[in-house]
């Protein structure tokens, strides 16, 4: 009797007392390349009956399937790791998040499938000026101007028609920038502002488009198989900030598509969808990273099913955000076995981002390397289904 396994070609051959039985599984070929092949010694099996035979081949197939599985999930976990390490390394901090820098600066950032750009009121110093001083007197911050003055994310996207064809879709979402808060909470606690948690609690982050975004997104527009897949799915993004992949889920045919984030930046994105025709099922929501709060948001908008897919970017960041493994906790409460969630993030120092992979992998997540670049590195996470 003779194994032969090939997670390669994702085809089991066994061959039992002259009976050749091939067992097809999992579909998916392995998105990091790795080829695992087992050869097991002849085995006497003479004294056993035919019937016999082929059941303790079986149950030695399924072991063996078993522990080539775990196999490619530990190589795949281990090169997720050498990946997130390589990005580190790939370009000087100073020179990270070069697409939001350059939207800050008010230049424009486009693909073949994807256009943004910033508008500001004129009133306001640039964007620039405002976030880099963070001076009252230099950045044109003034609380009186919340909700009448905005920016603006001005969002086109490429949607593919029949055939060749293909319709540019423009959305214009509010965005906050550092208008929006008192820096001078920043240095002095005691300084009653409403706007001040946007800045102390990090949910500032969220009135920008960071490049883990743009990148996850770009993403979701040229991968074909993703593409088709998001037809009639479920969507839910945390800590959305203006949302940018979520939307682009809902253009792509995803339905519900829920965004949700932090007070503040949920009102943002919910206000963002009311603007734009193209986004009138799309909802923005207010969702705090906890148990409580997540089992509520998926019994009123996921009808209490696991949401198909989950999109996290820029979220893994450990100084900033505390514990980014809240966010782990909030994702291993939401994934059902279906549910597939993109993980974008930007390699910062000390981030946590490694630490964050290693234990989801402990938690029961399959890791798989959707792309990287630079130091954007994106990743989807599966629950292992056995
Ligand atoms: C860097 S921003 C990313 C925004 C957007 N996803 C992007 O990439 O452009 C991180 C977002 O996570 C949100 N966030 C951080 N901790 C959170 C928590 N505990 N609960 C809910 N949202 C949180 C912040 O409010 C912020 O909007």
Partial sequence: MWFDMDCKSVKFKLFACENICYLPF?????????????HL????????????AVFLAAGAALLLLLVARRRKARAARRGVLQVL???????????????????????????????????????????FMRLSQKDVAKGCIDPELVGVLRDTAVVSV???????????????????????????????????????PLWSDGSWTGTLIWDSAVHATEFLLSNEAWRASLEGESVLELGCGLGLPGIVCALLGAAPVVLTDRGAVAALAEEGCRANPQLAAVRGVTLEWEEAAVKDLVTKHFNG???????????????????????????????????????????????????????????????TLLLRVDRVVVVEMQLESC
């Fill in 305 to 367: 099913q696991p949401p198909g897919v989950i999109i996290a970017c820029d979220c893994i960041f450990a100084p900033m955000f505390g514990d980014s493994f809240l966010l782990l906790e909030v994702l291993s409460a939401l994934a059902g076995p279906k549910t597939r969630i993109i993980v974008g993030l930007e390699r910062r120092p000390k981030d946590g981002a490694e630490a964050f992979f290693t234990l989801a992998e402990r938690a029961g997540f399959r890791t």
């Fill in 85 to 127: 390490r390589d990005a580190e390394q790939s370009t000087p901090y100073v020179d990270g998040s070069p697409i939001y820098r350059k939207l800050v600066k008010r230049q424009a950032y486009a693909s073949e499938s994807l256009r943004l750009a910033m508008e500001q009121p004129d009133e306001f110093e640039s964007l």
């Fill in 26 to 38: 999992g579909a998916r070929a392995p998105s990091l390349r790795l080829h695992t092949s087992l």
């Fill in 41 to 52: 010694a002849p085995l006497p099996l003479a004294s056993l009956s035919g019937g016999k």
């Fill in 158 to 196: 490429r949607r593919r028609g029949r055939g060749e064809s293909a319709e540019w879709c423009e959305m214009r979402l509010p965005a906050f920038m550092a208008h929006l808060a008192n820096p001078m909470a920043l240095l002095d606690p005691e300084v009653a502002e409403d706007a001040t």
